[in-house]
């Protein structure tokens, strides 16, 4: 299969199930990361994937990584630090400063593909309420962990977490499973897969299941309020 290089219509994606094995799910190449592009590319299930030195580079992976929502309830350790430490969940108070944590260097880590195009992107999507986040905060109001991600209707497509503190991105990821499960989503979105999301409960589907999932979840509202809420009763409750 020939890779495809994109041209200005923003909504002129290639079929999902044209893209590479080797490297997989690599679809497209080029463009730009405007808000109407990546809009469409998260509707049609590809997202941009690329290093500081590369052109926009468009995936859309076989297998896809989600996250099963089932009955999902948060396992006592979590909800007792978060009481013991004081600690607060909110959604959408501050975004640029979850994705910048998110870009920010981690030991052993060979680079981060949230570059600054990327930074100014998603900000522009949550300024327009297309890209949303999830903050932890300590007791002296210090942001401590978080994640970042796109809403396509009920569908969430997680893009990065962090975590200054144990278990930081943990109670952010609790915190937007409830937020979705209240919903009625069965699933949400990590794209890829990696070691550290399997042991936190992610497992692959191939894309077709993903492309349908996202086909009826896309059409449904979207759970996320719309201003700044806080989510601490969500997770100590839940």
Known sequence: MQLRVLGANPALFPDPA????????????????????????????????????????????????????????PGASLRRQLRRDGLTI???????????????????????????EMISA???????????SIEVWDRHGQLVGGLYGVAVGLMFCAESMFSRISNGSKLALAALRLLLQEAGAPLFDTQLLNPHLEQLGAVAV?????????????????????????????????
């Open 122 to 132: 998603y900000c522009v999507l949550h300024a327009s309420g297309d890209a949303h």
């Open 206 to 238: 191939a894309r077709h299941d993903y492309l349908a999932a996202l086909a009826v979840l896309g059409r449904q509202p979207s759970p996320w309020p719309q201003h700044a809420a806080d989510l601490t009763g969500l997770v100590a409750h839940g």
């Open 18 to 73: 044209t893209a590479l094995h080797d490297p997989n799910g690599l679809l497209a190449v080029g463009g730009d990361l405007s808000a109407a592009r990546l809009r469409c590319a998260y509707r049609a299930g590809i997202f941009p994937w690329f290093g500081e030195d590369q052109p926009p580079l468009w995936w859309s992976p076989d297998p896809r990584g989600i996250f099963l929502l089932g009955d999902f309830r």
């Open 90 to 116: 909110s959604c959408d108070r501050a975004f640029t400063a979850v994705i910048r944590e998110c870009a920010a260097p981690r030991p052993l880590s060979l680079g981060c593909w949230i570059t600054d």
